[in-house]
Nanobody
Framework: QVQLVESGGGLVQAGGSLRLSCVASGVTFSSYTMAWFRQAPGKEGDFVAA??????????YYADSVKGRFTISRDNAKNTVFLQMNSLKPEDTAVYYC?????????????????WGQGTQVTVSS
């Protein structure tokens, strides 16, 4: 059974940092593209960051709104993907979702990811 479990969300003041984690099970983790998305109240979901599988050169992708502030990384030994979020802003407030797919990011970004976690709430106060 494929499962994604996020953790690390919480309440933080503007300018602060949080690190989200997402543990995957039921798949060969290293072969999967991993990504983070977020959805703010009353808004559509947005892409945040993605990291390719380690079957070739690892590449990372970021939304313009988080470039320079957020870093995505993965630890294949722990089946975990991380999202380090620094210099947080109130507009980063959202439910953050981990997603994964066996296809390359170049495909997933157009078609959507196959597997999703339940989400973790991030609230940034001003």
């Amino acid at each position: 059974q494929v499962q994604l479990v996020e953790s690390g969300g919480g309440l933080v003041q503007a300018g602060g940092s949080l690190r989200l984690s997402c543990v995957a099970s039921g798949v060969t983790f290293s072969s999967y593209t991993m990504a983070w998305f977020r959805q703010a109240p009353g808004k559509e979901g947005d892409f945040v960051a993605a990291i390719t599988s380690t079957e070739s050169i690892v590449r990372t992708y970021y939304a313009d709104s988080v470039k320079g502030r957020f870093t995505i990384s993965r630890d294949n030994a722990k089946n975990t993907v991380f999202l380090q979020m620094n210099s947080l802003k109130p507009e980063d407030t959202a439910v953050y979702y981990c997603a994964m797919d066996s296809r390359p990011w170049t495909v997933v970004r157009s078609t959507g990811a196959k597997y999703w976690g339940q989400g973790t709430q991030v609230t940034v106060s001003s």
